[in-house]
């Protein structure tokens, strides 16, 4: 096994594209530490690593919503010694009812979820990474964030506020040894995405392009990261996506909102 104390952080690693950036990167070498709230999954993700690509893969189960979430994650890496050279802020949920039907609660977690945990995560571990002398950080944004649509609001506002400050990061960090990349995914077919109307079509919308595999999804995303690119927006599909629909009227919107019936 390899002895090392280089690591990559992945949150969200239990499943869907979380596990596939785990997966990938235990295939390159790297130790992973797997952050997530299913604990099981995340055993059975870390010996499944362990033995395959004989890299260290160890498991913090916990709720990043969580208002110390990310003190505590850097703090397993301090206690442990582990150097950061890797960050994938990946953990995600979506929330479908209407925003003031939503439980107070479910708005503040998918608030602290992609937003302040990610965030607080960056701020504590550029340091790290610049004084290592190296660092990358791939933050996941969506098509949604250009959308303010009904029902998913919530999710493309928040996904919204990853791809500013995650700009932000990356301009700040020009000409220092760390890189701020973000991926800007369209529907990617994972739990994430199960049980939502579209996702009858999902062979069709595969076809399409619409509907993008998170096996492809997380290799197109690392290989942006490793060549320290400002954004990832891998398909065609989702460029005219993010072009056309701000141009949607609010009675459009709500018309669709009405038929679909999310």
């Not at 990310?70 to 925003?99: F, H, S, Y």
């Not at 660092?135 to 996941?140: A, D, E, P, V």
Request: some cysteine; glycine content about 8%.
């Amino acid at each position: 096994m390899r002895t090392d104390k280089t690591f990559a952080i992945v949150t969200g690693a239990a499943s869907g594209m979380g596990r596939c950036y785990a997966r990938q990167l235990a295939e390159m070498g790297y130790g992973v530490l797997l952050v997530d709230i299913n604990g099981e999954a995340l055993q059975a993700l870390s010996l499944q690593l362990t033995k395959e690509h004989g890299v260290p893969a160890p498991t913090l189960c916990m709720d990043l919503t969580l208002a110390d979430a990310a003190e505590r994650v850097v703090r397993e890496c301090t206690d442990n010694g582990w150097q950061v050279k890797i960050l994938i802020n990946n953990a995600g949920m979506l929330i479908t009812t209407p925003q003031a039907e939503t439980e107070p609660e479910r708005l503040q977690r998918i608030m602290a979820l992609h937003c302040t945990t990610p965030l607080l995560l960056c701020r504590h571990l550029i340091p790290h990474m610049k004084a290592h002398g190296r660092g990358y950080i791939l933050n996941i944004s969506s098509i949604s964030a250009g959308m303010d649509w009904p029902v998913i609001g919530m999710y493309g506002c928040t996904k919204q506020f990853v791809k500013g400050y995650s700009r932000a990061l990356h301009i700040e960090c020009m000409g220092t040894p760390v890189s701020v990349t973000t991926a800007i995914f369209g529907a990617v077919d994972t739990p994430l995405l199960t049980g939502l109307p579209f996702m009858r079509y999902r062979r069709l919308l595969r076809c399409l392009g619409f509907l993008t595999t998170p096996e492809r999804a997380t290799r197109l995303a690392l290989k942006a990261m490793f060549k320290r690119k400002e954004r990832l927006i891998p398909n065609l599909s989702d460029r005219l996506v993010i072009l056309l629909c701000p141009l949607m009227p609010s009675w459009l919107l709500h018309a669709l909102a009405q038929r679909i019936k999310l």
